[in-house]
């Protein structure tokens, strides 16, 4: 049951550069999207969210794009750090059927070379 | 900053065996999750639970598989009777839904199975 996918299970990006991370979703009834990121040992950490209603939501260096017609969003790190390697996680909910059950990707390994 | 606490964090047990892993969730939050993570696949959902029981489960939260909120700070996951499957990191979420959907995950528990 792969309703939310990351294709890629890991990204190597320079230090300074952007860093795009993807992830799409097969549930027409997810209407609300977040990226975790987690560290080895540690839980997840809510990074940025986005609504189905909007396109763009920024939060600093960090940016979600959401495509609703190709089921698909994206983050984008920019400038990307050292600090900024870990796991990353996409996850959807459905706000509209009352599901608060996050449904999670795969996950893509992010490592920022300096 | 308030986050959400698990303990304990790493539990070594024999096959058959009863655990339980408990979790501290925010203080004003309402809703309270748990998802396990078994080694090298994605997060998966096993639980919700709002006003002292079960709002949503999972196909994987079985008869061997409870949740209780003892007394007004603690949320506990007891898993009845062991597999060997059930070796998993287990995290707890909390959330207030009116303030926005984001869940603050706990550190993990690391439950090995023997």
């Known amino acids: 049951d792969q309703q939310v996918k990351q294709n890629s299970p890991s990204l190597s990006v320079q230090e300074g550069r952007i860093s795009i991370l993807n992830c799409d979703y097969t549930?027409?009834?997810?209407?609300?999207f977040l990226w975790y990121k987690k560290y080895p040992a540690e839980g997840p950490t809510f990074l940025i969210s986005?609504?189905?209603?909007?396109d763009k939501n920024e939060d600093g260096r960090f940016t979600v794009f959401l495509n609703k017609s190709a089921k698909h969003l994206s983050l984008h790190i920019v400038p990307s750090q050292p600090g900024d390697s870990a796991v990353y996680f996409c996850?959807?909910?459905?706000?509209?059927?009352?599901?608060?059950?996050?449904?999670f990707g795969q996950g893509t390994r992010l490592t920022i070379n300096p | 900053e308030p986050e959400v606490t698990q303990t304990p964090s790493h539990q070594v047990t024999q096959m058959g065996q009863e655990v339980i892993l408990r979790c501290v969730p925010i203080?004003?939050?309402?809703?309270f999750y748990w998802y396990r993570q078994i080694l090298g696949q994605k997060v998966e959902f096993l639980v919700s639970?709002?006003?002292?029981?079960?709002?949503?489960k999972s196909e994987i939260f079985d008869d061997q598989f409870s949740v209780e909120r003892p007394d007004g700070s603690n949320f506990t996951l007891k898993i009845r009777s062991t597999k060997l499957e059930d070796s998993a990191m287990y995290f707890c979420?909390?959330?207030?839904?009116?303030?926005?959907?984001?869940?603050?995950f706990g550190p993990g528990t690391r439950l090995t199975v023997t």
């Open positions: 203080s004003n939050h309402l809703y």
């Open positions: 979420a909390s959330i207030t839904p009116a303030a926005s959907y984001e869940q603050y």
């Open positions: 549930n027409s009834m997810f209407d609300y």
């Open positions: 996850a959807a909910l459905s706000v509209i059927q009352g599901a608060q059950k996050l449904v």
């Open positions: 986005i609504s189905s209603i909007k």
């Open positions: 639970f709002y006003n002292n029981e079960i709002s949503e």
